[in-house]
């Protein structure tokens, strides 16, 4: 047994300390940061890791993590959840990317999601979207000067109604804009705009002049309280038993009513005689299985059918079309884009009818286009607007997101094949 | 024997320097170390919950991936740190963006050249809340209620209030074209101001005209505003006014030691403020001894939505030691001291740092619902009253200042 000098056993001692804390602070590091090991983990569906810049998550992760000591140092009261910061983080993401169909989602409002992925309906039994000008849009991506910064105000749209849901029952439609929500108004870019132009026109005569200052008058008191798109959208699609005075309009005229949110719950499919009335919720695919064949001519009515759930799309895809390419997803991405494919498909399938319209979203607007361009169905009606892929996220502290993937352009050329 | 025993303690100490240093970050951060970590550590298995690092470092690269989009990585990485600021839920600790920190240094630097307005927020462009005395708006015609529509013929509508700012303000003798609208007149005005260096008097002491009541205005709470008070105090003092009335409306603060000092020209030798720090546990500030004026004459502070931290200090003070009585509206409740933090890559992050309490222990800290409009906080005036915004609404003009005719009221009532 080594025998220690007396002057070297203290040394020793202190050396152990530094050594046992030095290795223990590392260690922690490494578990906070998840090590080398969870930097190399690959991410998306299809594996398709490409950044147009060349950065590696790696020192994005880095940088985080150093803000968060930081935090975590200076603030005034102790952090006591770390997690909460990283939520925090990833819903600051999402909403810079201002995109209508990438939208953070509180816990209440993901869990609405999910059971409307079902076809559970909350809150006033609709859906709805943030919508932004995308030539403005586009303006600020590209730095550009002519940005006219009004014009990013969003639009709060109602995208789908439930049938027998309160909105339906006050008379809100697909489409139709929401104004206002119990005491509070939105804000919204035409009225800044209306504003702004009857303003330039004021100094033209006195009587312009003396309309403008009622209307400026008008405009302050209204907008005294505003309400965020974000949190009118929680409010329409969460809860039950809440009287919501609403104001929307169609864009012609204003409409108000007292609503009360109530839960309601919307068929898949909805048969009567010929027509089908499909949503692609969660088991769409199932109810149309088990509702039998449809024969040639069926028409199938794909209108007032929003964001619904796009891996269903997929299996009522595969239950009405042929196998094949159907289309890919365009993006900006660097790479391969993706595509929409049915490996084992319908074996006769031909001659449906789709109603669709402007309410034709999400993944039913997709459906129609991918099934259209094979010449499976023909369409009745005109689809508008973007085709975008969405796919959802959930969080470990119950929020999510959803993300707009790409838009889906259809395979045309194996349709002439 | 010995031997034994120091070879058993050695690994006792490396593993006792281990754990410490393992959860260093824990106690530093001032929350009990967590055992899931440990666990983790001696497990070697992977968690049931992911790290944070873990969950930004998934969704980033997720969303870089996969949104349809090529966003730069910088813009994301920014917005999720502003993201993760936002989360503590306290307004004034925020990351700042390099173009948005250049401009916070710009505005903090004091000295500037401008036309000598304080502006505030409008649909149209921005109101004027204040026009210093003898500054180059002041002398042009320029009021306090004016809503300026344009800057140099471009529109102003919508247009955020900094960026106004920033249009107005410009080199030296140079001039700048302020198109505004004033209540109850039809016609916009025009007027052509020339540019200077605005000095702001921080404080400025008179007799209110047709009045025994002497007036002191307090702008912000700087280094140099001591004196000018102390100065303008003892002015108003010597004329033997019936009363005293403090303007501390739209004061957006400034040093606590500024406010504490002038708090000794009313109380000697009492807490001001309490202070919470990051392991530091409270702190206190009291107020000098010797300084006291003995003012026997009623006060009024007038106080508005725009008096902030150390204005509402100062009320709050008065108001607690039984000094003065407050007339106005409630105060904006910012009752907590930042630090600007430099980063890297010239982005800034500004944190709360500390917390302060007035001496009866009340914390007025501003509190706000989801859309970020007032709820509660703030220091509540003893008499509500609102200003009276008209064509001719001009601060410290009895006449066309409706709470200051309040305040005067209220001391003519305490002398009867």
């Not at chain 2, 009335?245 to 309490?274: C, H, W, Y």
Request: hydrophobic residues 40%.
């Amino acid at each position: 047994m080594a025998n220690f000098p007396k002057s070297v056993f203290p040394a020793l001692c202190a050396v152990a300390i530094a050594a046992g804390f030095w290795g223990g602070h590392e260690a922690r590091v490494r578990q906070d940061t998840g090590g080398a090991s969870a930097s190399a983990k690959s991410i998306g569906l299809d594996s398709m890791i490409a950044s147009n810049d060349q950065a590696r998550p790696g020192s994005e992760a880095d940088y985080f993590y150093q803000m968060m000591l930081l935090l975590e140092r200076e603030y005034v009261d102790a952090v006591t959840d770390e997690s909460k910061l990283a939520f925090g983080a990833v819903k600051g993401m999402v909403d810079t990317l201002m995109d209508p169909m990438s939208q953070h989602l509180s816990p209440g409002e993901f869990k609405a999601l999910m059971a409307r992925k079902k076809g559970q309906f909350e809150g006033i039994g609709v859906e709805v979207l943030l919508n932004y000008d995308q030539t403005q849009l586009e303006k600020l991506r590209k730095n550009e000067s002519d940005l006219d910064p009004l014009l990013l105000v969003p639009d709060v749209v109602v995208s789908m109604v439930a049938p027998n849901g309160p909105a339906a029952k006050a008379g809100i439609k697909p489409g139709d804009r929401i104004e206002r929500v119990g005491a509070k108004w939105l804000m919204t870019s035409s009225a800044l705009i209306r504003l702004r132009d009857l303003q330039s026109k004021s100094t033209q005569s006195r009587a312009a002049a003396e309309a403008f200052a009622k209307e400026r008058a008008d405009f302050q008191a209204k907008f005294k309280k505003v309400l965020s798109p974000a949190r009118a959208k929680e409010i329409l699609t969460t809860g039950t038993g809440k009287t919501l005075e609403i104001t929307w309009t169609d864009g012609k005229a204003s409409k108000s009513a007292k609503v009360v949110t109530a839960g309601c719950e919307v068929p898949a499919i909805k048969r009567e005689g010929r027509e089908v009335a499909l949503k692609l919720f969660d088991g769409a695919a199932e109810a149309l299985k088990r509702a039998g064949t449809l024969e040639p001519g069926t028409v199938i009515d794909l209108r007032n059918s929003s964001q619904g759930d796009f891996d269903e799309l997929k299996s009522v895809l595969a239950l009405l079309g042929p196998s094949g390419t159907y289309g890919t997803l365009k993006s900006e991405r660097v790479g391969e884009p993706r595509t929409l494919s049915v490996e084992t498909g319908a074996p006769s399938a031909t001659g449906f009818t789709l109603k669709v319209d402007s309410s034709t979203t999400g993944a039913a607007r997709i459906l129609a286009e991918a099934l259209a361009a094979r010449g499976v169905a023909k369409l009745e009606g005109k689809l508008s607007g973007e085709a975008v892929w969405i796919e959802t996220r959930s969080l470990a502290n119950g929020s999510g997101y959803t993300l707009a993937i790409g838009e889906f352009v259809p395979n045309r050329a194996e349709a002439s094949k | 024997m010995r031997t034994l025993v120091r070879l058993i303690v050695l690994p006792v100490l490396l593993v006792a320097g281990f754990a410490t240093g393992f959860a260093w970050r824990d106690v530093w951060a001032g929350r009990p170390p967590s055992g899931e970590i440990f666990g983790r550590l001696v497990k070697g298995e992977p968690a049931k919950k992911p790290s944070p690092v873990e969950i930004f470092r998934d969704n980033f690269g997720y969303i870089q991936a996969n949104f349809r989009r090529a966003v730069p990585s910088t813009k994301l990485k920014h917005s999720a740190m502003a993201g993760m600021f936002a989360s503590l839920g306290d307004p004034h600790t925020s990351f700042l963006e390099p173009v948005a920190a250049d401009r916070l240094k710009l505005e903090t630097r004091g000295d500037f050249v401008g036309i000598g307005a304080r502006l505030a927020p409008d649909p149209l462009g921005a109101r004027i809340a204040t026009v210093f005395k003898n500054a180059p708006a002041d002398r042009a015609g320029v009021k306090s209620g004016d809503t300026i529509i344009a800057v140099d013929g471009a529109n102003t509508a919508g247009m955020p209030t900094d960026e106004i700012v920033s249009k107005i303000r410009g080199k030296e003798a140079t001039t700048v074209e302020v198109k505004v609208v004033r209540p109850k007149q039809p016609d916009p005005l025009i007027f052509k101001i020339k540019r200077a260096v605005v000095v702001i008097p921080t404080a400025e002491g008179k007799m209110l005209e047709g009045t025994t009541v002497g007036y002191v205005n307090v702008s912000q709470f700087a280094e140099t505003t001591v004196q000018q008070f102390e100065q303008a105090l003892r002015e108003v003092m010597a004329r033997k006014p019936t009363g005293l009335v403090i303007d501390m409306r739209s004061n957006p603060g400034g040093l606590l030691q500024t406010a504490s000092e002038l708090l000794g020209r009313f109380v000697e030798n009492k807490v001001v403020v309490k202070m919470k720090m990051r392991g530091q546990g409270e702190t206190f500030a009291t107020t000098p001894t010797g300084k006291a004026l003995g003012i026997k004459v009623p006060i009024v502070v007038l106080i508005n939505e725009e008096s902030a931290s150390a204005a509402e200090i100062f009320a709050g003070v008065l108001q607690d030691y039984q000094k003065a009585t407050l007339v106005g509206e409630h105060t904006y409740g910012k009752a907590s001291v930042q630090n600007v933090f430099s980063v890297v890559d010239q982005a800034s992050a500004k944190i709360t740092i500390a917390r302060y309490y007035l001496p009866s222990g009340r914390d007025i800290s501003r509190k706000v619902d989801e859309d970020g409009e007032y709820l509660s906080g703030g220091i509540a005036p003893d008499i509500v009253k609102a200003l009276d915004i008209n064509a001719d609404t001009l601060l410290g003009d009895p006449k066309k200042d409706s709470q200051l005719a309040k305040a005067i009221e209220v001391i003519a009532g305490k002398t009867r």
